[in-house]
């Protein structure tokens, strides 16, 4: 039997029920079909279209596979089971942000039993929280409740404050929150977990090379799980402060990593793991406001929903680019070309165009969306 030669760009490369179809269609010629007969619909060519569109997602499993194998190709649930198999890592899943909601009547109304999963409260942007517990809130008095989110994410991670609605009003009936309980975090990202298990290298080494740090700034101490709060860490180890300093910097997906609880935890973790001679300091990343100016043009859409969707793509793409930005051309930050074709992606998007200058990043600085809904855009139909 003949092998037939393919190289791995072909291997991974989804082939189209068009050309699959293009494809079945010259085998039936070559067994002497007469294949120019056919007319859409009839018989042979409706076979022709099924098999080649069963062929067409076959060619997605193989693309899958042999992608899955490697950690610069493999994505998903491949890149999950290959961190697994081969790093030892497991990919941090989802969770949900649960806030401590303080419901208060009004004096003269009368008590109002909340049952637990019953009612919803939201902010005034829509992020909505369902009560988990329950209990009677007393006329001219308050109640304090377990407030669950809707979706997993760390956009529900809302300041005090700012759950101010209930979803069904309830007369004499307010609400606000108190603070977070439990922080909400996204499922680790593709990026995050690559970077997880590049890392993981250099922990093998007999000193501790700046891929060492990265990793446990990373990882729980468990050398297993994602460290909660860490996202993206960056290590200077080019004697930033003297000979035998290093400096590493913490973010999350909003910015940089809490200073309180997070950057102690990690500091204390990569002190155990330095070289006697090397003076280590654990930072939270200083914070460097993205805000981009100029136009993007839709269609077929709402100016309000491209808005909503693009600043969805922006916040996004801020949480996947690392600490000190991209290196290109000499250079480092978040450039416009990045921007425009994150917003380009969004469903209604024809035509973005971007009038700011770069953005450009020093080491240990992380974007941070500005204060609004991306104030400098504006998303006009066209």
Same mark, same amino acid.
């Given at each position: 039997?003949?092998? !037939?030669?393919?190289?791995?760009?072909?291997? =991974?490369?989804?082939?189209?029920?068009?050309?699959?179809?293009?494809?079945? !269609?010259?085998?039936?010629?070559?067994?002497?079909?007469?294949?120019?007969?056919?007319?859409?619909?009839?018989?042979?060519?409706?076979?022709?279209?099924?098999?080649?569109?069963?062929?067409?997602?076959?060619?997605?499993?193989?693309?899958?596979?042999?992608?899955?194998?490697?950690?610069?190709?493999?994505?998903?649930?491949?890149?999950?089971?290959?961190?697994?198999?081969?790093?030892?890592?497991?990919?941090?899943?989802?969770?949900?942000?649960?806030?401590? =909601?303080?419901?208060?009547?009004?004096?003269?109304?009368?008590?109002?039993? !909340?049952?637990?999963?019953?009612?919803?409260?939201?902010?005034?942007?829509?992020?909505?929280?369902?009560?988990?517990?329950?209990?009677?809130?007393?006329?001219?008095?308050?109640?304090?409740?377990?407030?669950?989110? *809707?979706?997993?994410?760390?956009?529900?991670?809302?300041?005090?404050? %700012?759950?101010?609605?209930?979803?069904?009003?309830?007369?004499?009936?307010?609400?606000?929150?108190?603070?977070?309980?439990?922080?909400?975090?996204?499922?680790?990202?593709?990026? *995050?977990?690559?970077?997880?298990?590049?890392?993981?290298?250099?922990?093998?080494?007999?000193?501790?090379?700046?891929?060492?740090?990265?990793?446990?700034?990373?990882?729980?101490?468990?050398?297993?799980?994602?460290?909660?709060?860490?996202?993206?860490?960056?290590?200077?180890?080019?004697?930033?402060?003297?000979?035998?300093?290093?400096?590493?910097?913490?973010?999350?997906?909003?910015?940089?990593?809490?200073?309180?609880?997070?950057?102690?935890? =990690?500091?204390?973790?990569?002190?155990?793991?330095?070289?006697?001679? %090397?003076?280590?300091?654990?930072?939270?990343?200083?914070?460097?406001? !993205?805000?981009? =100016?100029?136009?993007?043009?839709?269609?077929?859409?709402?100016?309000?929903?491209?808005?909503?969707?693009?600043?969805?793509?922006?916040?996004?793409?801020?949480?996947?680019?690392?600490?000190?930005?991209?290196?290109?051309?000499?250079?480092?930050?978040?450039?416009?070309?990045?921007?425009?074709?994150?917003?380009?992606?969004?469903?209604?998007?024809?035509?973005?165009?971007?009038?700011?200058?770069?953005?450009?990043?020093?080491?240990? *600085?992380?974007?941070?969306?500005?204060?609004?809904?991306?104030?400098?855009?504006?998303?006009?139909?066209?």
């Amino acid at each position: 039997m003949a092998i !037939i030669p393919i190289t791995f760009a072909q291997l =991974v490369q989804r082939i189209s029920d068009r050309e699959m179809l293009s494809s079945v !269609i010259e085998h039936f010629r070559v067994a002497d079909f007469d294949v120019d007969s056919w007319k859409a619909g009839g018989g042979y060519h409706t076979v022709a279209r099924a098999l080649s569109s069963g062929l067409s997602v076959l060619s997605e499993v193989v693309q899958m596979v042999a992608a899955g194998g490697y950690l610069d190709h493999a994505r998903g649930p491949w890149l999950t089971l290959l961190a697994r198999s081969w790093f030892g890592l497991r990919r941090r899943a989802a969770t949900y942000a649960v806030q401590t =909601v303080r419901l208060t009547l009004d004096a003269g109304a009368s008590p109002e039993p !909340i049952v637990a999963g019953t009612v919803w409260v939201t902010t005034e942007s829509g992020l909505r929280f369902n009560l988990t517990s329950g209990g009677t809130v007393p006329s001219g008095g308050s109640l304090t409740f377990s407030a669950k989110a *809707e979706h997993p994410g760390s956009e529900y991670n809302v300041s005090a404050g %700012t759950i101010t609605r209930l979803v069904t009003p309830r007369p004499g009936l307010t609400a606000t929150n108190t603070g977070l309980t439990t922080a909400g975090l996204a499922e680790e990202r593709d990026t *995050e977990l690559r970077a997880r298990c590049r890392a993981r290298w250099g922990t093998l080494a007999a000193h501790s090379p700046s891929s060492t740090y990265a990793f446990w700034a990373l990882t729980d101490d468990n050398g297993i799980d994602a460290r909660a709060g860490v996202t993206r860490c960056y290590v200077d180890d080019s004697n930033p402060e003297g000979a035998g300093t290093v400096n590493v910097y913490l973010a999350d997906e909003a910015g940089p990593a809490d200073p309180v609880v997070v950057v102690p935890e =990690v500091d204390t973790a990569l002190q155990s793991k330095r070289g006697i001679s %090397t003076v280590l300091r654990t930072l939270g990343a200083v914070p460097e406001t !993205i805000n981009p =100016v100029g136009t993007v043009w839709v269609r077929g859409t709402t100016a309000t929903e491209a808005q909503a969707a693009g600043s969805l793509a922006l916040n996004t793409l801020l949480a996947e680019t690392p600490i000190g930005g991209h290196a290109i051309g000499g250079e480092r930050g978040l450039f416009n070309d990045q921007i425009a074709a994150a917003l380009r992606e969004v469903p209604g998007v024809v035509r973005v165009s971007l009038s700011s200058a770069e953005h450009l990043l020093s080491i240990g *600085e992380v974007p941070v969306a500005p204060a609004g809904d991306w104030p400098g855009l504006s998303f006009e139909i066209t």
